[in-house]
C-alpha cells in the first residue's frame, strides 16, 4: 500500500484569504490538496482556482529549466540550456552593462505573484541593492489605499474580518467579496443571521457580491470620495456625529466639517448618480446601526482621486464611534500588525547614495525612452510579475521590450505574456515545493508553509534564484553571509519574534502546528481603537494629516521603497472629492470620442494573470469578453456575441460582447486576467494609462475612457 503523508502547507498567492492547506503525498508525488478544516478563515474550502493545486503544480506547460531564446523577440521560442550557462551569459551582459552604462542600467520588476516572506515581492530586493541597481517602485495595488489608511488611522490592522460576525451594518465598498475574499465573506452572512445586519454593497456593478446584498447601491467608478464627503456631511447636518469619540480620538475635525459643507446631497447625487435620499438614508443608516462595518476594496484606490476616497471613507468610523464596538471600524488590510523585518529583508542600508527610483508602473515608458533614463534601462529582470498582462500601457510595454539592445531575464512557472519577451528564462518552483512563512493582508495569522515534494526539473525557489546570482555576480564575503544561510534561518532572522504581536509564538511550533493566531485579541473582544489608540503621530485618527506636511509619500505593501526615497510633492491633509482623470462628467472633451468609462476588476477563476493558461479555469472564466449595458451596445448596433473592439489613443483589445444590464450604462467592464491570443492579440490594460493617482503613486486601472465598435473581421479566432 501507498503511503499517505500530510504536510502543512499555505496559499502562496496575493488573495487576502491566505489559506491554510494541508497538501497530501503519496511516493513523492503531491496528489491532493486540502483546506485546513480547522483553520478559522479556510474552514476546509480552498476557491476554484485552487481547488486542484497539486494539478497546477504538474501542468504540462510548466517552465521546467533554464531557456534561451533562439527565435525573434516575443515570438516566444526558446532551447533549453544548463544553470551554469544562464548565470554565466547573466554575468557576462551584466558586467558588461554596468562597465559602459553603470548599475543603474539594470532594472528589476516584481509582484505578488508569490507573497512569502522570503519568496515574495521584496525577495530580490536585497541582491539588487547590493548590485546597485535602479530602485523599482512597486505600487501596482494597495499602495493608494495603505498611504491614504496610513495618514488616517496609521498602521493599525484595522477591523477583524471575523469581528465583521458582530456587525449590525455592513458596507462593502468597491469589493467583489464572493470572488475575492471567498472566505472573508461567511463572516457576514453569520452577522446577518444571527442578528440580522443588513450588507450594503457600494459598486458601479452588480456583481455577484452585490447580488446577494440587502442593498446595492451602483455609484459611477471614481467617485467614492464625493459619496464618504457627503455622508460626512450628511452625518453632521443631522446630528448623528458621536462628539464625545471626536472630541478624545480625532484630530482636524472643523477642517473636514468645512470641506464636507461642499458635498450637500443633491451635489452628491450629481457627480455619482446615486440618489439624494438614498445618501441621506445611507448617513442615517450607516451611523444609527452600531456596531457598523465598512469592508473597503482595492478597487476604490484604481482613480485619480482613490487615495482621497479612502481617507474619507477611514475618516467614517471615528466620526459616528463605530471603533468603540466589537465589529465596528473600518477594515482595508491588517498587514500592519505582522512584525516582519523589512530592513532586515530588503537591506536598504544597501542601496548606493543617489541611485534613482523607476515605478514599475511607468516600464513602458521607461522602456521606450519616455522617461529620458541616464543611463537608459538595458537590461529587466522580472520575477513575481507579469507586467505585459498586469501593468498598464501594455502596447507601448511590449515595443519596450522588443528592444534588441535590452537584455530580459525572466524567472517563472509559464511562459507568459512578459515571459515570451525574454532573452533568457528561469524556472521557478511552486508552493508544495518550497519553504515560507505567509503574512497575509485578510486575517490574522501567520502560517508556515512547509515543503511536500521535490522540485521538479531544475525548479528554484526564488530566494535560492538571487543566493546564485549573489555568489555568480561575486559579493564580497561580508554581504555573501546574507545568503550564507538556510532558508529556516533566514525565516527566523526575518521576524521580530519579540513583539508583542508573536507573543507565545515561535518558528518550532509553527513547524508543529502550521498556522497560530496573532496575539491581537480574539474576534469577540476585539475592539483596537475603543479608547483611540491610532498608530498616528498624534495617537488620535487624523482628520486632518499630519503626515500630508512632508509632501506626497508611499506606504508600499510590504517594503518597496524606502523612506528617503520618497516623491515629494504636495499633498491636501483634509480628505475631498478628486475628480477622475477620465470620465465624461470630468473631461467632456476626451469624452467626445471615447464616451464610455471602463473598469476591469479581477477574475473569479484566475488570480490576476496566474490560472489564466489552464484550460479547466478557462472554461470557468470564459473568454476575453466585453460586458455592455444593452442600452450601450444598441447605440452602436452591436447585439451580444458580436466581436467587439474596445480602444482608445493608447491601444485596443478585442472579444465578444456580453450585454450586462448589473452594468451602470455607460460603463463597460473586461476582467483583468487573460492571456494574449486567447480571444485577443491584447488584453485590457492595452487601454490603460500609464499614470498615477494621488497618493501612494497607484495606478489607474479603473479611471479610463474608452470606445466600442463591432468588428467585421476578429483578428484572432473566436473558437476557443
Ligand atoms: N478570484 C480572484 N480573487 C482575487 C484576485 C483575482 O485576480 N481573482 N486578485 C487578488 C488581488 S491582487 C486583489 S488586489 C484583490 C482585489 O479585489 P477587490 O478589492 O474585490 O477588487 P476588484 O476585483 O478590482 O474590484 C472589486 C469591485 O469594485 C468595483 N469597482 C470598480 N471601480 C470602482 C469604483 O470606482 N468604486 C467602487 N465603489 N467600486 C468599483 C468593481 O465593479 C468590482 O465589483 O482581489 C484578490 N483576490
Ligand atoms: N486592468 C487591471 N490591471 C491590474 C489590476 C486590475 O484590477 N485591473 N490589478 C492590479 C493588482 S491589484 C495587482 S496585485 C497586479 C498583479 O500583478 P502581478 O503580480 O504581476 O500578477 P500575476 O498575474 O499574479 O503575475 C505574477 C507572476 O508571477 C509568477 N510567479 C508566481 N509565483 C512565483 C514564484 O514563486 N517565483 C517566480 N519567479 N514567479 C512566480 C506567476 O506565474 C505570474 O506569472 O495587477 C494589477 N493590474
Ligand atoms: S487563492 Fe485565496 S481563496 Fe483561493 S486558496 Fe488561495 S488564499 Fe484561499
Ligand atoms: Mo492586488
Known amino acids: 500500500m501507498k503511503e499517505l503523508k500530510i504536510v502543512r502547507g499555505a496559499c502562496p498567492h496575493d488573495c487576502p484569504d491566505t489559506c491554510a492547506m494541508l497538501y497530501h503525498v503519496e511516493d513523492g508525488k503531491l496528489v491532493d490538496v486540502q483546506g485546513d478544516p480547522n483553520h478559522p478563515m479556510t474552514r476546509g474550502g480552498l476557491c476554484v482556482k485552487v481547488k486542484n493545486f497539486h494539478e497546477h503544480h504538474y501542468q504540462s506547460d510548466r517552465l521546467l529549466y533554464p531557456m534561451r531564446r533562439v527565435g525573434a523577440k516575443g515570438a516566444g521560442e526558446f532551447e533549453r540550456i544548463t544553470w551554469d550557462e544562464a548565470l554565466a551569459e547573466i554575468k557576462s551582459r551584466w558586467t558588461d552593462i554596468i562597465a559602459k552604462h553603470g548599475s543603474q542600467a539594470i532594472m528589476p520588476h516584481a509582484y505578488l505573484g508569490h507573497q512569502g516572506v522570503l519568496n515574495g515581492l521584496t525577495s530580490g530586493d536585497a541582491f539588487f541593492n547590493r548590485l546597485g541597481s535602479t530602485v523599482a517602485e512597486k505600487t501596482y495595488c494597495e499602495s493608494g489605499s495603505s498611504t491614504a489608511w496610513h495618514m488616517t488611522v496609521g498602521g493599525s490592522g484595522g477591523l477583524d474580518v471575523e469581528s465583521m460576525a458582530y456587525s449590525k451594518y455592513i458596507i462593502v465598498w468597491g469589493m467583489n467579496m464572493t470572488s475575492t475574499n471567498l472566505h472573508g465573506w461567511p463572516f457576514l452572512l453569520e452577522a446577518r443571521k444571527n442578528h440580522g445586519a443588513k450588507i450594503v454593497v457600494i459598486d458601479p456593478v452588480r456583481n455577484r457580491t452585490a447580488r446577494q446584498a440587502d442593498w446595492h447601491i451602483p455609484i459611477r467608478p471614481g467617485t467614492d470620495g ?343 510633492g504636495y499633498v491636501d491633509p483634509v480628505p475631498d472629492y478628486v475628480p477622475p482623470f477620465e470620465s465624461p462628467q470630468s473631461n467632456p472633451e476626451l469624452a467626445q470620442r471615447y464616451p464610455l468609462s471602463i473598469i476591469s476588476p479581477k477574475p473569479h477563476a484566475f488570480l490576476n494573470s496566474q490560472y489564466g493558461n489552464a484550460a479547466d479555469k478557462q472554461k470557468v472564466q470564459g473568454r476575453q469578453q466585453v460586458f455592455i449595458h444593452p442600452a450601450d451596445a444598441a447605440e452602436r448596433g452591436i447585439t451580444e456575441g458580436d466581436v467587439v473592439r474596445v480602444f482608445n489613443d493608447r491601444g485596443s483589445f478585442q472579444g465578444p460582447a456580453a450585454y450586462e444590464s448589473g452594468l451602470m450604462p455607460g460603463l463597460v467592464m473586461a476582467n483583468v486576467g487573460h492571456w494574449q491570443g486567447k480571444s485577443s492579440a491584447t488584453t485590457v490594460n492595452a487601454i490603460t494609462a500609464d499614470r498615477h493617482c494621488g497618493l501612494g503613486n497607484a495606478g489607474v486601472y479603473g479611471d479610463n475612457l474608452v470606445e466600442v465598435e463591432k468588428l467585421e473581421k476578429p483578428d484572432v479566432a473566436q473558437s476557443a
Not at 448623528?240 to 480625532?250: A, I, P, Q
Not at 482613490?306 to 459616528?320: D, E, K, M, N, S
Not at 532558508?487 to 518558528?507: C, K, N, S, V
Open 226 to 568: 464625493a459619496l464618504a464627503m457627503g455622508l460626512i456631511h450628511e452625518i453632521i447636518a443631522k446630528g448623528l456625529v458621536d462628539t464625545d469619540y471626536v472630541e478624545r480620538y480625532t484630530v482636524g475635525y472643523d477642517e473636514l466639517a468645512e470641506r464636507a459643507a461642499n458635498y450637500p446631497p443633491e451635489r452628491v447625487e450629481e457627480i455619482t448618480g446615486i440618489p439624494a435620499d438614498d445618501v441621506r438614508k445611507l448617513a442615517y443608516e450607516y451611523a444609527t446601526s452600531q456596531p457598523a462595518a465598512i469592508r473597503q476594496g482595492v478597487a476604490l484606490e484604481r482613480s485619480r482621486g482613490g487615495g482621497q476616497a479612502i481617507r474619507a471613507i477611514t475618516c467614517l468610523p471615528a466620526l459616528v464611534g463605530a471603533w468603540r464596538h466589537v465589529g465596528g471600524g473600518t477594515m482595508e488590510m491588517p498587514i500592519w500588525e505582522f512584525p516582519t523585518r523589512f530592513d532586515a529583508i530588503c537591506r536598504p542600508d544597501w542601496i548606493p547614495e543617489g541611485t534613482r527610483v523607476v515605478n514599475e508602473l511607468d516600464l513602458g515608458m521607461a522602456l521606450t525612452g519616455e522617461l529620458d533614463l541616464d543611463p537608459p534601462i538595458k537590461s529587466l529582470f522580472v520575477y513575481n510579475s507579469n507586467p505585459v498582462s498586469q501593468g498598464p500601457a501594455q502596447e507601448k510595454t511590449m515595443r519596450g521590450l522588443m528592444r534588441d539592445d535590452l537584455f530580459t531575464v525572466v524567472s517563472e512557472h509559464f511562459i507568459t505574456d512578459t515571459a515570451r519577451f525574454a532573452d533568457l528564462l528561469l524556472p521557478a518552483t511552486m508552493q508544495a515545493e518550497q519553504l515560507d512563512i505567509m503574512v497575509t493582508w485578510g486575517h490574522l495569522y501567520i502560517s508556515l508553509n512547509q515543503p511536500a515534494i521535490d522540485p521538479p526539473g531544475e525548479c528554484v525557489p526564488n530566494v535560492e534564484l538571487f543566493r546564485r546570482l549573489a555568489k555568480t555576480m561575486e559579493f564580497d564575503e561580508e554581504s555573501m553571509a546574507y545568503w550564507n544561510r538556510t532558508d529556516r534561518q533566514m525565516l527566523i532572522d526575518f521576524h521580530d519574534w519579540d513583539a508583542p504581536a508573536l507573543e507565545g509564538i515561535t518558528y518550532e511550533t509553527l513547524e508543529e502546528v502550521g498556522w497560530m493566531r496573532l496575539a491581537v485579541g480574539t474576534p469577540d473582544t476585539r475592539a483596537p481603537h475603543a479608547e483611540g489608540n491610532f498608530p498616528t503621530p498624534s495617537g488620535k485618527c487624523e482628520f486632518k494629516s499630519s503626515l500630508a506636511a512632508g509632501g506626497n509619500f508611499v506606504v508600499p505593501v510590504w517594503r518597496s521603497m524606502y523612506e528617503d526615497m520618497q516623491p515629494g
